[in-house]
C-alpha cells in the first residue's frame, strides 16, 4: 500500500505548533497523532492520522512511553487483551512501545484498571 508522506508531513508540522499543554497519568487511554510510519510499525488512521493509544510511563511533563492500540484480533504474545473499548475488543500491542511527545496526545477517552495494566507493564519488562 502507498502511503502519503506529504499530507502527513502537513499534519506533523501542525501538531509541531500546539502550545497546549497534555496533563496525562500512567494507565491512560488517549486518542494519539502517531501519523505514518515506516514498514510494520502502526500508523495512525483517518484525516488526523490518529489511534488510540496507553500511557504505560511518564517520563516528563511532555513526553511518556506509550502502546498503541487495536481492534484486530490476531493472537500473539505481544498483544494483550484489554477488553471493550468504546463497543470493541481491544488489544494493546506491546511490540510498538515508544517515546512520545505529549504534543501528540489528542483526547482521553479513558482509564485502563489495575490488574490489567499490572499485566501490561509486566509484558512489556519481559519484552525486553
Not at 31 to 45: A, P, V
Not at 86 to 95: D, E, F, K, N, Y
Not at 107 to 115: M, S
Request: aromatic letters at 6%; charged letters at 30%; one cysteine or more.
Amino acid at each position: 500500500m502507498e502511503k502519503n508522506l506529504d499530507l502527513w508531513n502537513a499534519e506533523k508540522k501542525r501538531v509541531q505548533q500546539q502550545t497546549v499543554e497534555r496533563h496525562y497519568n500512567e494507565r491512560d487511554i488517549w486518542w494519539c497523532t502517531l501519523g505514518i510510519n515506516i514498514g510494520s510499525e502502526e500508523d495512525g488512521t483517518g484525516k488526523g492520522y490518529q489511534r488510540p493509544v496507553l500511557i504505560l510511563r511518564g517520563v516528563s511533563r511532555n513526553s511518556c512511553f506509550i502502546t498503541p492500540l487495536s481492534t484486530s484480533q490476531k493472537k500473539h504474545r505481544f498483544r494483550i487483551p484489554i477488553g471493550l473499548l468504546r463497543g470493541r475488543q481491544a488489544v494493546v500491542l506491546i511490540s510498538q512501545l515508544r517515546l512520545i511527545d505529549t504534543k501528540r496526545l489528542v483526547d482521553k477517552i479513558g482509564i485502563l484498571d489495575q490488574g490489567t495494566f499490572a499485566k501490561i507493564r509486566k509484558a512489556a519488562k519481559d519484552m525486553l
